[in-house]
């Protein structure tokens, strides 16, 4: 999927939804796994209007993986913040969480396919390194832009901004 979207063949299936509706569902999905290291996620949805036209499918996928890297780069009891607000021409979504941060070099690769960041000195968190590659995927396909501001030992910000008018 992440070839066929990245080649712009993958058909997105966009309807009108609400971006809270969708912030809120899948935080829900993380609440269990949160409870067992006593994190949290703290939501401030503040976007007067946060109607758009989304694939629901790929923009859960989307916010459900940057609530899992928050939870799985943490070496502390997680929160994650979740923050929407208007911007001049769609919404913001800014993700934050107080994890292990990332370094000026890492941040300039995580959005590459297959880069990981190594969690200490060994790659000992799951995963194929396509998350953060799928999720920039997402964000392009919707006609966005995402950026990441991070701290070594303070967490890592990511902002996404997803225009309201998608035409080309």
């Known amino acids: 999927q992440i070839a066929r979207l990245e080649k712009g063949e993958l058909e997105l299936n966009k309807d009108y ?3 809270h509706e969708i912030i809120d569902a899948a935080s829900k999905r993380f609440q269990l796994q ?8 703290e939501l401030s ?8 036209e989304v694939d629901e499918l790929h923009f859960s996928n989307m916010i459900n993986n940057l ?15 979740i923050n929407t607000s208007n911007y001049n021409s769609g919404i913001q979504i800014e993700v934050t ?7 000026k070099e890492n941040q ?18 799951k995963g194929f390194g396509l998350g953060l ?7 392009k396909a919707h006609h966005g832009k995402i950026s990441v501001e991070s701290k ?13 008018n998608q035409t080309e």
């Open 17 to 19: 939804r609400s971006v």
């Open 34 to 41: 949160l409870n067992e290291l006593e994190g949290e996620i």
């Open 45 to 52: 949805l503040n976007a007067k209007n946060d109607i758009l």
């Open 67 to 81: 609530i899992d890297n928050a939870i799985k780069y943490n070496d502390k009891k997680p929160l994650i913040k």
């Open 97 to 103: 969480d107080n994890g292990i941060g990332l370094s």
């Open 108 to 125: 300039n690769k995580i959005f590459d396919k297959f880069y990981r960041v190594a969690k200490g000195n060994v790659h000992d968190v």
């Open 133 to 139: 590659s799928y999720v920039l995927s997402i964000v």
């Open 152 to 164: 070594l030992k303070e967490g890592t910000k990511f902002i996404i901004q997803i225009p309201t």
